[in-house]
C-alpha cells in the first residue's frame, strides 16, 4: 500500500484476560522480519480481540496499537507508532485450542531513511494489509 517492498514473516505472542466475548484484553510482542530487505520490526502492543456477536460468532474484531522498534538498515534503529486493525474468521475453536484467519491492516511509523543501495527513503510511515493464521491456546 505505500509503494514499497516490505513484505514480511510475522511472530508474534500475546496474552490476557478472556471471557465469553472478549477473545482477549492483553499484551503483545512480535517480531517482523522482512523477506525483501534485512528490515525487522519489534512492536510491543496492547491488543483487544472480540467476536462480532454477544454468542458465540464465526467472525472477530483485532485492534493493537503500541511502540515498534524498527532496525531499517546496518544498525540504524528508529521507533514509533504501531497500530493494526483487522476482521477475522474463526476456523477451528474448542475450550483448549482455536485456530483463525484474519485480514488486517497495518501501520508502522517510520521516518525518512537511506536504504543499503544509498538511496534516500523519504516516507513518514509504513501501510501495509495482512493475512494471518494463527493458533491460540
Avoid: W
Avoid at 477451528?92 to 482455536?98: A, D, E, I, L, T
Amino acid at each position: 500500500m505505500s509503494g514499497n517492498d516490505f513484505s514480511s514473516f510475522d511472530l508474534d505472542l500475546f496474552a490476557g484476560y478472556r471471557s465469553h466475548t472478549i477473545k482477549c484484553f492483553g499484551l503483545g510482542i512480535g517480531l517482523h522480519s522482512s523477506f525483501s530487505n534485512n528490515r525487522y520490526y519489534l512492536p510491543i502492543y496492547a491488543l483487544f480481540r472480540c467476536n462480532l456477536l454477544s454468542n458465540k460468532s464465526l467472525l472477530f474484531v483485532d485492534f493493537r496499537a503500541g511502540y515498534s522498534t524498527n532496525q531499517m538498515y546496518k544498525g540504524e534503529n528508529q521507533g514509533g507508532f504501531f497500530g493494526s486493525a483487522g476482521l477475522g474468521m474463526n476456523l477451528s475453536v474448542s475450550k483448549k485450542f482455536g485456530s483463525h484467519i484474519l485480514i488486517g491492516y497495518n501501520f508502522y511509523q517510520i521516518s525518512p531513511f537511506t536504504d543499503e543501495k544509498g538511496t534516500f527513503q523519504d516516507m513518514n510511515g509504513c501501510h501495509l494489509v495482512s493475512i494471518r493464521l494463527g493458533i491460540s491456546f
